[in-house]
């Protein structure tokens, strides 16, 4: 089941927000914490399609109630006489609260600053305090940190127990916990009705994740990185093993330490790690081994478990370098339209090294410029390229910009990277903000450059990923949909 999180502030809105989301999940939670006034309960939930979950937190377990203890256990208990499915309590609550009816006791146990110890003296404390489920609620910025949770989720129990994970690998726990088999997971509305920071929504969960398809004998893939990319990845990855009839799903990760992680991807039974160009360096330490450009560049898209251990793949710079050529007008497999041609590379790190030496294998003339000289000299170094220091970034000529950034930023300094750089004719891919368009992007437009779509390179890219985990070729539809917002 989906738990649907809402968490209004006025009565009379309360009444739509439940109803609408009652249309979108199995069980709703009503926060009552964030309202101004006294409610009537009883008549703000009467219109709920679905069962009710009353909660009513205190600060120090992550709600916003203002009044006293007293004033919150008086309305906890007049919920509770409203015939709600559930109650959540926390066990000082339980244990003056009576049961009353048919409501069922979700007894919550929550710390907001670090995982809880001691969880199975927890368990004998949840007996005492008559609870028909147990509820833990604490930090997961990392796996590491959601990984008690996980172990406590995933166990069989006499009493059911359902997690809440806070913050980024909460929607680790969230995909996780539905393979596990717990009660239901938590997902707010939309955006800006979360019950707490960075908590998915029942459209994320739904249209990037495919939450409902998954069952106990679905196998996960993971991403570790963030934002706009992950989601699309993930999105288009989602909807290709689903439209291929694969019981395969993207879970995002977030690890502290590289050295922990392979034995919970091991546990976890996770076959496959994709990275966003973010973390492409990051993902290296899991390797055993890698393809050439992966090793060369130390930055991969994609590892891998075989039987001769984790092997790391560098996909990118060939979906890159196709639509560079492309637009350069590359008609046959005999044509080279990087040769001899001036390359400039702005940036630094694994993406920048792997197009540097996927260029220089083209025959291209390549030079790189990056805030971080002494990184960008010691790239030139060992590609045997040109080193620009960025006080003659703007005077050197170059047929084609490939932007691995597009900011000069390097610890205190601070230097946008100036539109100067592009001149009419020029050749620019920008590779910073795929699947979407940067400022500079769009500025290389109005100058009169030669652009190379993101899209077409993010398309490409995520069909090497699909093909590389699974052999087979990523269905049209999928990229459709992945693209489409």
Request: with cysteine.
């Amino acid at each position: 089941m989906i738990c649907i999180s809402v968490t209004p502030e006025s009565r009379q809105l309360a009444k739509v927000d439940i109803y609408n989301a009652s249309n979108q999940c199995d069980l709703v939670e009503v926060c009552l914490d964030r309202l101004h006034k006294e409610p009537d309960v009883k008549d703000m939930i009467s219109g709920s399609k679905m069962p009710v979950l009353i909660s009513c937190r205190p600060p120090e377990e992550g709600g916003k109630f203002e009044g006293t203890e007293d004033e919150r256990l008086a309305l906890l208990r007049q919920a509770i006489l409203a015939g709600p499915a559930y109650v959540e309590l926390d066990p000082d609550s339980a244990m003056k609260i009576p049961r009353f009816g048919t409501t069922q006791r979700v007894v919550s146990f929550a710390s907001m600053t670090r995982p809880l110890s001691d969880v199975e003296e927890v368990f004998d404390e949840a007996t005492r305090c008559k609870a028909d489920i147990v509820k833990f609620t604490w930090p997961t910025d990392t796996l590491e940190q959601a990984w008690p949770l996980l172990a406590v989720v995933s166990q069989k129990r006499m009493l059911p127990v359902v997690g809440l994970g806070l913050g980024r690998c909460g929607l680790t726990f969230s995909l996780l916990g539905r393979k596990y088999g717990s009660p239901w997971i938590y997902a707010a509305l939309e955006r800006g009705m979360e019950a707490f920071p960075g908590q998915p929504t029942v459209g994320e969960l739904d249209d990037v994740y495919r939450w409902r398809q998954v069952d106990s004998k679905t196998r996960f893939i993971g991403i570790v990185g963030g934002g706009v990319i992950e989601l699309a990845m993930a999105k288009i990855l989602n909807a290709a093993f689903d439209l291929s009839g694969m019981n395969t799903r993207c879970l995002p990760l977030d690890f502290k330490s590289i050295s922990q992680a392979t034995k919970m991807l091991e546990i976890l039974k996770i076959p496959a790690i994709i990275a966003t160009p973010q973390t492409g360096r990051q993902i290296m330490a899991i390797a055993d081994k890698g393809d050439d450009a992966a090793t060369a560049s130390q930055f991969s898209d994609v590892v891998i478990k075989t039987a001769d251990g984790w092997q790391a793949h560098n996909l990118i710079w060939k979906s890159a370098v196709r639509a560079l050529e492309t637009k350069l007008g590359k008609q046959s497999a005999d044509d080279r339209p990087l040769d001899k041609r001036n390359t400039m590379i702005v940036g630094s790190g694994g993406l920048a090294v792997a197009m540097a030496q996927a260029v220089k294998r083209r025959h291209g003339l390549v030079s790189i410029c990056s805030a971080d000289e002494v990184e960008a000299h010691k790239i030139a170094q060992t590609s045997d390229i040109r080193y620009v220091p960025v006080a003659n970034l703007y005077e050197t000529l170059a047929d084609v910009v490939i932007l691995t950034t597009n900011h000069l930023d390097s610890g205190s300094k601070k230097a946008a990277l100036n539109p100067s750089l592009l001149r009419a004719g020029m050749t620019v891919m920008d590779l910073s903000e795929i699947p979407g368009e940067s400022n500079l992007t769009q500025e290389a437009r109005e100058r009169g450059c030669k652009v190379v779509d993101p899209a077409d390179v993010f398309g490409d890219y995520v069909g090497l990923l699909f093909k590389s985990l699974t052999g087979q070729e990523l269905p049209a539809e999928a990229i459709i949909s992945g693209l489409s917002e």
